[in-house]
């Protein structure tokens, strides 16, 4: 045998001892495991077969794939989160090409919605979207956690009930007020809706455990850990800035004008499948959902999803 493969030899001789293992077993099972795939990696063929249409409506299956490619790219934004949320020691360089990845994947997302707007026939989505209700976007729970990991959760709370919430306010108060609740509320009433109660029945208490968990490890709280003179560094402050816009406003405003053309085309009832006041709940300028309020001036905080 070659000296390189006597040093692996002592390298997997290290490894299995830590764990109390033996070598000659992992290696007697190397002998009988067949050579990886690319379709076995990647397990292609259960990805195909998770795209189940409620209609015979072709255009159904773009609106399915999107959607789930979307929520793909989610759990891709929340795995970077968490490696710098779960960083004890954070390093600026670190943070920072973590904070690009994270801005890349939703720079991605909102340059998607061509896919959406001009890539159904209205006619067909206007028949299928029928079949949803009362489903929603708004039920995406990743996209709630990418919300509660990147900022402080006063920023999530419905600006009109701020004041009256601080960080020893009951996480499930807080719940109650987060800018999403009024969506799903009826306005004259003051009940929760189907497509609300639903959303809570399967994720509230994962939602309030989550809350609790990035309280003092979010990316704003990461950003604070950093050297001062890093956080004024103009080149990371504007990476942040991007990263607030293009979640808050850029990918909002893409996803609101294509739901806006089909929604407003002429067709249904113009009401969202779940229910919901989905112009205010969508547009930024209403519910001004901001994660770094602290780096932006007063006049762009005022004027937050205005030229919109």
């Not at 973590?98 to 890349?104: A, D, G, K, M």
């Amino acid at each position: 045998m070659t000296t390189e493969t006597n040093q692996l030899l002592e390298q997997l001789e290290q490894k299995f001892d830590a764990i109390n293992q033996k070598t000659d077993t992992h290696l007697e099972g190397l002998l009988w495991s067949k050579p990886i795939t690319y379709w076995d990696y990647i397990q292609t063929d259960a990805l195909l077969n998770l795209q189940t249409q409620r209609t015979i409506l072709p255009d159904e299956m773009v609106f399915i794939m999107y959607h789930q490619v979307n929520e793909l790219l989610f759990k891709m934004i929340l795995w970077e989160i968490k490696q710098v949320c779960y960083s004890e020691t954070i390093k600026t360089k670190f943070f920072a090409e973590r904070l690009t990845r994270i801005s890349r994947y939703f720079d991605m997302l909102t340059t998607s919605f061509d896919i959406m707007g001009d890539g159904m026939e209205v006619e067909q989505y206007m028949k299928f979207r029928n079949t949803l209700t009362p489903a929603s976007g708004f039920q995406s729970a990743q996209y709630r956690m990418i919300e509660f990991a990147s900022t402080d959760l006063i920023n999530l709370i419905d600006y009109r009930f701020r004041a009256t919430i601080d960080r020893n306010t009951p996480y499930s108060h807080a719940f109650e007020h987060l800018y999403w609740q009024a969506a799903g509320k009826d306005y004259h009433t003051g009940e929760k809706s189907f497509l609300i109660l639903e959303f809570e029945r399967k994720y509230k208490d994962e939602f309030l455990r989550f809350m609790e968990e990035y309280n003092t490890i979010n990316i704003w709280q990461k950003f604070k850990q950093l050297p001062l003179e890093d956080q004024k560094n103009t080149d990371l402050v504007a990476a942040m800035r991007h990263y607030d816009k293009t979640v808050n406003i850029t990918w909002v405003m893409g996803h609101l004008n294509a739901a806006k053309k089909y929604i407003e085309s002429g067709h249904g009832s113009g009401e969202a499948t779940g229910g919901s006041d989905w112009k205010k709940y969508m547009h930024p300028k209403y519910q001004r959902r901001i994660f770094f309020p602290e780096l932006w001036s007063e006049e762009e905080l005022k004027n937050w999803g205005e030229d919109c």
